[in-house]
Every structure is written in structure tokens, then in C-alpha cells.
């Protein structure tokens, strides 16, 4: 079955500073890949999604994401942070309906 | 247009008793999906309907949990007695279903504590 690795538990940056987090995932068969952030006690709220096509993906919130097949990579970035970007980040693969989640980055905005 | 609503928000029991949780996805929206979110984890798939059909509860625990969509709409979850273990965050999601990479909207969520 299709998983997704987060790398990194916990990313703190400076407000202003680029934000990076790295999501790498595996899939049989071509997945449609998606970033979903969660603020405290609230639902998750996606950001973007692949599914086909151009393979850098523009969000919500400025984040954007590039798919790369030969990495087996979809890393989310920010070019520069925000006090309100702190919350948890997951990665999520998903194929045929079936939505694997990641165990989640929680990033931190320092001022 | 309204959300996920989930309720309760959050729940504290005591071991061995039932809990249900209530969810009333997006209008319109077929696919239904409960997930677990453990602690520090990311959700797990419990249950997902398309309409009344429940088509993937492989990573449902039959013997203590169960869950209905009766009309298509509105579903609900079941545990039954709780241990506690099932301390987690259940949410629940929603979306049209008219193509696989149609978005899920979650709602925010019941926090179930066990005692």
C-alpha cells in the first residue's frame, strides 16, 4: 500500500524565513499527493493538492509544493514565514480513495 | 455553505462505557469518512461510505467499534465498551466523490479521553 514519510517532527524558523517541509512518499502506481495543515483543535484544512500535470502545485496562504517522480518527493515551501504559519503539517498519498496520512511536521514561528 | 459539523466536541468516560460520536457532512457531499488521530500522528481511516454503503472498514476494530449511515446523509460512531486506548481525536470528513481526487473537508473533530 501507498505511504507517505515526513521528515522532520518539529521545524522551527525565524518569521520571515523560508519554510521547507519534506514529505516523500510510495506509490505502485501514480499517486495524487495532497498537504493539509491543522491549526489547534480544529479539522484539517488542505493547502494543495497534485494530481496531474504541472508539477509545482501553487496554494492557499502562499505555500506552494513540487512534485518530483524521480525523488518520489513533494516538499512544501513558503518563501517566507509567518507568525500565523505555525501549526501541524501533514502530507497525505492517496490512491484509488484510499488517503494515507503522514505523521505530521509541527513548524514553529519564532519572532 | 456549513462545514463538517461534528459533535460532541469533546467526551470523557470512564472504561468499559459506550460513546457515540455524530457527524453531518457538506451538503451534497456522498463519500463519508471516519477517521483516528492519535496524539502526535496523522488520521487513520476507520470507516469510509459512499451514500448508506460502508466500502472500506478494513481498519475497523468490529469487536468494540461500529458505525451507521442510514440515509446517506448524516452517520454516526460507536464505540462499545471503551478501553483506554481509544483515547484519540475521531474526525470525520466529507466529500462529493465524483472523481477520486475530489478534496476531503474535515470537521474539527471530538476529543475522546477514557479514564
Known amino acids: 500500500a501507498q505511504s507517505v514519510t515526513q521528515l522532520g517532527s518539529h521545524v522551527s524558523v525565524s518569521e520571515g524565513a523560508l519554510v521547507l517541509l519534506r514529505c516523500n512518499y510510495s506509490s505502485s502506481v501514480p499517486p495524487y499527493l495532497f498537504w493539509y495543515v491543522q491549526y489547534p ?69 519564532k519572532p | 455553505e456549513a462545514g463538517v459539523v461534528q459533535s460532541p466536541r469533546y467526551k470523557i468516560i470512564e472504561k468499559k462505557q459506550p460513546v457515540a460520536f455524530w457527524c453531518n457532512p457538506i451538503s451534497g457531499h456522498n463519500t463519508l469518512y471516519w477517521y483516528l488521530q492519535n496524539l502526535g500522528q496523522g488520521p487513520e481511516l476507520l470507516i469510509r461510505y459512499e451514500n448508506e454503503e460502508a466500502v472500506d472498514d478494513s481498519q475497523l476494530p468490529k469487536d468494540r467499534f461500529s458505525a451507521e449511515r442510514l440515509k446517506g446523509v448524516d452517520s454516526t460512531l460507536k464505540i462499545q465498551p471503551a478501553e483506554l486506548g481509544d483515547s484519540a481525536v475521531y474526525l470525520c470528513a466529507s466529500s462529493s466523490g465524483e472523481v477520486v481526487t475530489d478534496t476531503q473537508y474535515f470537521g474539527p473533530g471530538t476529543r475522546l479521553t477514557v479514564l
Do not use: W
Open chain 1, 41 to 109: 483543535n480544529q479539522g484539517l484544512q488542505l493547502l494543495l493538492k497534485y494530481t496531474t500535470g504541472a508539477t509545482l502545485v501553487k496554494g492557499i496562504n502562499g505555500f506552494e509544493a513540487e512534485f518530483k517522480k524521480s525523488e518520489t518527493s513533494f516538499h512544501l515551501t513558503k518563501p517566507s514565514a509567518h507568525m500565523s504559519d505555525a501549526a501541524e503539517y501533514f502530507c497525505a498519498v492517496s490512491v484509488k480513495n484510499d488517503m494515507r496520512f503522514g505523521a505530521g511536521t509541527r513548524l514553529t514561528v
